[in-house]
């Protein structure tokens, strides 16, 4: 589906969102994307089994493990990381010819993606979501019902490794109420397309510049 004619001028703005499993990252995404239907969503390669309902090339682009490692070799891809156990990556191609054509995309990985895109694409915005609390994280990790128990143990046990990297993202929002959370992250959608990049990096020239 194509949202009017695209920005030639100007290089779209590369979005990317992070959380430990369950924050609610997916669930604000999509809700974003249906009040900011011209951001274009990145379609994630993975290694993990499709879940119940979940369609190739919707949800992810499902593939076996050997491929997945032939692919990193030829390097299709833009960052990939090894995230619960499974291999996760997002293909280069796509996301550059979006960005070209000055779309915004929107990439919804992990950190350690977020670390390798904020090197090759330092323009970029990131977002960390965080849960209220553990118990809720936990609550919302059982209660999506999609996971088997061990799967949500691993998921749970992994969360405070993934959190300790929150303060290396440009924003960080607590979705504890869904409105509120998605309002934030609407506003900082809408900050950055009127004003570019968070402002402190804005900045950052004139900074080294001041120090030398
Ligand atoms: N603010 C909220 N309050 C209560 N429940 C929420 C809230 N946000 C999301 N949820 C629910 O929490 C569950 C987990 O959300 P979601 O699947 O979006 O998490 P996620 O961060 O994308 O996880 P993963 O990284 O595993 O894909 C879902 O059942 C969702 O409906
Ligand atoms: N580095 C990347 N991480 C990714 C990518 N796509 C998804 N993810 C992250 O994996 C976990 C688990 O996702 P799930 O769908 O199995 O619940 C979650 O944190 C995702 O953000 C990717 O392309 N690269």
């Known amino acids: 589906m194509s949202y ?3 920005d030639l001028a100007r290089q779209g703005t590369l979005f990317v969102v992070a959380a430990p499993s369950g924050a609610g990252k997916s669930t604000l995404v999509n809700a974003l994307l249906e009040r900011e239907p011209a951001i274009s969503l990145s379609i994630s390669h993975t290694t993990r089994p499709p879940r ?3 369609l190739y090339g919707r949800h992810y682009y499902f593939t076996e493990r050997a491929e997945f490692e032939r692919e990193i070799a030829e390097g299709i891809f833009l960052e990939h990381a090894e995230v619960h156990g499974n291999l996760y990556g997002t293909s280069r191609d796509r996301v550059d010819a979006l960005l070209e054509q000055g779309r915004d995309v929107l990439l919804e990985i992990d950190w350690q993606g977020a670390a390798q895109i904020r090197k090759s694409k330092p323009d970029c915005v990131s977002v960390f979501i965080l849960p209220p609390s553990r118990a809720e994280l936990e609550r ?3 209660g999506r019902g999609s996971d088997a128990p061990e799967v949500i143990e691993r998921r749970l046990a992994n ?3 993934e959190i300790a990297h929150a303060h ?3 924003y960080i929002i ?3 109420r869904f409105e509120d959370a998605l309002d934030e992250l609407q506003a900082i ?3 950055v397309r009127l004003r570019g990049a968070p402002q402190c ?3 950052e020239a004139l900074i080294a510049e001041l120090l030398a």
């Open 168 to 170: 290396e993202f440009d």
């Open 159 to 161: 969360s405070r490794g």
């Open 174 to 176: 607590v979705n504890d």
């Open 4 to 6: 009017g004619p695209p």
């Open 52 to 54: 119940p309902g979940e």
């Open 140 to 142: 919302r990790l059982r």
């Open 201 to 203: 990096r804005r900045h």
């Open 189 to 191: 959608v809408r900050a």
